[in-house]
Each structure stands twice: as structure tokens, then as C-alpha cells.
């Protein structure tokens, strides 16, 4: 339930409708708040120089010229980010259009004038049916102007921020920041059943050895967005069953591929498991897009994409490539905390209920890092901050295994740069960064060897 809650939240933070509506809303309920207040006396209590109205007619005119000039601004603003956004999908990829989307100063600033001008439309409406010697609205026609003064400097403070948003060093820290979160909140709920997987040694099943009527199928075609885990365990708790799911987050799966197998004990062998596959099933989201908040290797993705536009030969910015490594590196050791690819959940009486695949640092490292050293094979300068990346993980994971697959990437560099680039000194130095991040390593494990 609660990542079915994650991807609704997810699909309305990155709208551009849903923070304007909310806007539209308080602005109609104001303006009918502000029509009806008794706003004599208080406008008496005001210096000399606070405006003040005689006639509704005089109200009526002014909030008409208001509403007129605001959607005026917000067809500006919006032309601004259409703009932004096709910019955007042009330099830095079409899946960081989202972040555009669900940014929050862009929201809100829409949602400021579409605030604004249901405000001045809900007060044209009232005092549209408002005779001569009905109260004077004052409130209203002091409200309208505070929010038309207000929506002008958000005007100019959203094309500054959309300026400056669609800068490559912004984009980046912006995604790698995103990136961060998912690997935190997903550690929250994973931590342990990696934990337990590690120290058990629990093993999966290979899909083609699971009995059809064991296994359990996808229940359509699409990426999985997200496995409620939580949900699972109870269901298996409560029919004492074991679950197998060879599946994770971002995996793409066709309408009855086989993704699992249910074991059930010796005492419910005449239990219906097809009632049980139904409920397994449920627990599982599948869609038509990936959610980058459940999906780490999504998010890694989001970045690798900047990186390979800008190694492409009609933008060719090595520059942003080089940030992109290096923000990557920075992600990476808090996706060290994957030390395994299966996670294991007990009940509990400590009883093994499922046992899972997942995301371990090895995918998340060949995701980030492949096909930026693919794209940039006869690029040392873009080689060599990648060879720097490895250096400064490798001392910091918590395995050998880790340590061993930061050294295969360090391999594959090495024999990238040894194929592909022509000049000696460019790939000599290439060699040493390499050799650094090897240095652990006995002479025979060198990459030059291998």
C-alpha cells in the first residue's frame, strides 16, 4: 500500500496541474472570504495614502484591467518554460524533463498566477451582481492589487530561476541529489533483508527450473515500479507459504513471464496456490515508466543520460561528462550499502518468508559507469576522471567483492584506453590512473595481463 502511495505521490509532484489547482482553490475561497468582509472600518484605520474606492463600478474596472495583465504574464511564463523544457530535452535528455516538471519554485510560481487570476474572476463574478448601494468590496480591491504586485516580482524571479535551471551544473547536483534520496529511502526499508540475505545465504531459483504451477506469472506487460515487500510478507505469514522473486524495481517483464515461485509446506499441499498467486501478484506494480523514487538504477540512469548527450558528436562537452562522473562518484559509496543481491525477509518467529532479488553495488556500478566508458573509448580526458572515481571508492568498500568489481571496471578502462587511443603519452597516463586503483592487486591480476 504504501508504494502504491509513493508512485501517486510521485506522478502528482512531478505535474505541472496539480500545485496550480490547489492555487486556483485558496484564490476563489479568498475572493469570496474578501467580497464579504466589512473592510470600512479597517480601510478608515489606514494612512492617507492607502488607496481607496468610492464605487464598486470604480473596483469592477480596476480588477478587470488586473485579470487582463496577469494572463498576460502567466501566457509569458508558460511560453518561458515550454521553451525550457524543450531546451531541456534537447541538450540534457527527455527523461530530465520530469525534474523540471516536479520542481517546486516552478510550481509554485504557476500556481501563484493561476491563483491570482481566479481570485480577480471569482471577485469580477460577486460584484457583478452587486447594486450601487451594496458595500463598497475595499478588501477585495486592496487584496487584488497586493497579489497583481506579488505575481509581477514572481514573474522575475521564475525567469531568473529558469535561467539558471537549465544549466548543466544545476541539472547535475539537482539529479544527484535525487539520486541520493532514492538510495536513502530505499535503505531504509532494505537494509535489514540484505542484512539477513548475507548471513543466511539465501538462493533463487533459475526462472527456466520453476514448476508452472509453482510459479508465479506478471500480471501484464511493463517496468516494474515498485514490490511491496511488506504487503508480501504478511500475505505469506498468513498462508505459510515462502515466496522466490527473481525480479527488482526498473526490470522490464512481459504479460506472463515467470518472475517467482511460491513454496508451500508439506501441511497446506492441498491448499489453492492460485488463490495465493493472486494476492502475490497484487503486491507487485507494474506500469508503463519507471519511478525513479523506488528505482535506484533509473535514477543512475537519469544522470548517465546527460553524460552520453554530451559525449555525443553533435553537443561534444566533455566538460558536463566530467561532472557527471564525478557526481556519480559521490552517489556511490552510500550505494556500497548494497552488499548483496538478494534480500531476505523473515516473520516474526524468524522464519524465512521471501527471498528476493535486488539492486546490489555491482549493477548499480556497471549502470553508472559502462556506457559512459563505452561512449568516451577515445576520450583519455574523460577516461581519466573515471579511473579517479574508482581510486577514491575502492578504499572505501565494505567488501572484496566491492573491491574486486571496482577493479574490474578499473580493468575495462585500461583496455579501453589501450584499444582505442592512439597517442602514448595520453594513453600512458590513462595506465598509471588505472594502475593506482589496482595497486592492491598482485602483479598477475594487472589489467595489461588479463
Not at 468610492?54 to 487582463?68: F, I
Not at 511488506?230 to 512481459?254: C, M, N, P, R, W
Not at 508439506?266 to 523514487?293: H, K, P, S, V
Request: charged share 20%.
Amino acid at each position: 500500500m504504501f508504494h502504491r502511495f509513493i508512485r501517486i505521490w510521485e506522478f502528482l509532484g512531478h505535474s505541472l496541474w496539480f500545485i496550480p489547482l490547489l492555487y486556483a482553490i485558496g484564490g476563489a475561497t479568498v475572493a469570496l472570504l474578501a467580497i464579504r468582509l466589512p473592510g470600512e472600518d479597517m480601510i478608515a484605520s489606514l494612512p492617507d495614502f492607502w488607496p481607496r474606492f468610492g464605487t464598486v463600478q470604480t473596483v469592477q474596472d480596476l480588477t478587470s484591467t488586473l485579470l487582463a495583465t496577469l494572463v498576460t504574464m502567466t501566457t509569458f511564463a508558460l511560453s518561458v518554460t515550454m521553451v525550457v523544457l524543450t531546451l531541456a530535452a534537447g541538450s540534457l535528455g527527455p527523461r530530465t524533463i520530469r525534474n523540471f516538471m516536479g520542481d517546486p519554485k516552478t510550481q509554485n510560481a504557476l500556481g501563484s498566477f493561476v491563483g491570482s487570476i481566479l481570485f480577480l474572476i471569482t471577485a469580477l463574478v460577486i460584484m457583478g451582481g452587486q447594486g450601487k448601494e451594496d458595500q463598497v468590496p475595499q478588501i477585495a480591491a486592496i487584496t487584488g492589487i497586493i497579489l497583481f504586485v506579488v505575481s509581477l516580482f514572481v514573474l522575475i524571479l521564475f525567469v531568473h530561476h529558469l535561467g539558471r535551471s537549465i544549466v548543466a551544473d544545476q541539472v547535475i547536483q539537482k539529479v544527484g541529489g535525487n539520486l541520493e534520496e532514492t538510495i536513502a529511502s530505499s535503505l531504509e526499508t532494505l537494509s535489514r533483508p540484505i542484512d539477513h540475505a548475507a548471513e543466511a545465504g539465501c538462493t533463487l531459483p533459475d526462472a527456466g527450473t520453476i514448476n508452472p504451477d509453482r510459479a508465479i506469472k506478471a500480471a501484464k506487460s511493463g517496468y516494474v515500479q515498485g514490490i511491496d515487500y511488506e504487503g508480501l510478507l504478511e500475505v505469506a505469514t498468513k498462508a505459510d507459504i515462502h515466496i522466490a522473486l527473481t525480479i527488482h524495481a526498473g526490470q522490464h517483464v512481459i504479460a506472463e513471464d515467470i518472475i517467482g515461485e511460491i513454496s508451500i509446506n508439506a501441511a497446506n499441499a492441498t491448499d489453492d496456490i492460485g488463490e495465493y498467486r493472486n494476492f502475490i501478484t497484487e503486491q507487485i506494480l507494474i506500469g508503463n515508466q519507471r519511478t525513479a523514487m523506488l528505482d535506484i538504477e533509473f535514477a543512475l540512469r537519469q544522470l548517465v543520460e546527460v553524460a552520453l548527450r554530451a559525449l555525443s558528436p553533435g553537443i561534444n562537452d566533455p566538460f558536463t561528462a566530467i561532472a557527471v562522473i564525478y557526481r556519480l562518484g559521490r552517489a556511490m559509496p552510500q550505494a556500497m550499502n548494497f552488499h548483496s543481491p538478494l534480500g531476505l525477509w523473515r516473520d516474526e518467529q524468524g522464519q524465512e518468508r521471501i527471498c528476493a532479488h535486488l539492486s546490489d553495488f555491482g549493477e548499480m556500478l556497471d549502470a553508472a559507469f559502462n556506457q559512459i566508458r563505452q561512449s568516451a573509448s577515445t576520450k583519455p580526458y574523460v577516461l581519466l576522471p573515471m579511473a579517479e572515481v574508482l581510486e577514491s571508492l575502492i578504499g572505501q568498500a565494505k567488501t572484496a567483492k566491492q573491491q574486486d568489481t571496482l577493479r574490474d571496471h578499473a580493468r575495462l578502462i585500461g583496455r579501453t584506453a589501450a584499444r582505442n587511443i592512439a597517442e602514448a603519452a595520453d594513453r600512458r597516463a590513462v595506465e598509471r590512473a588505472v594502475n593506482r586503483v589496482l595497486r592492491q592487486q598482485q602483479a598477475k591480476d594487472d589489467y595489461s595481463a588479463a
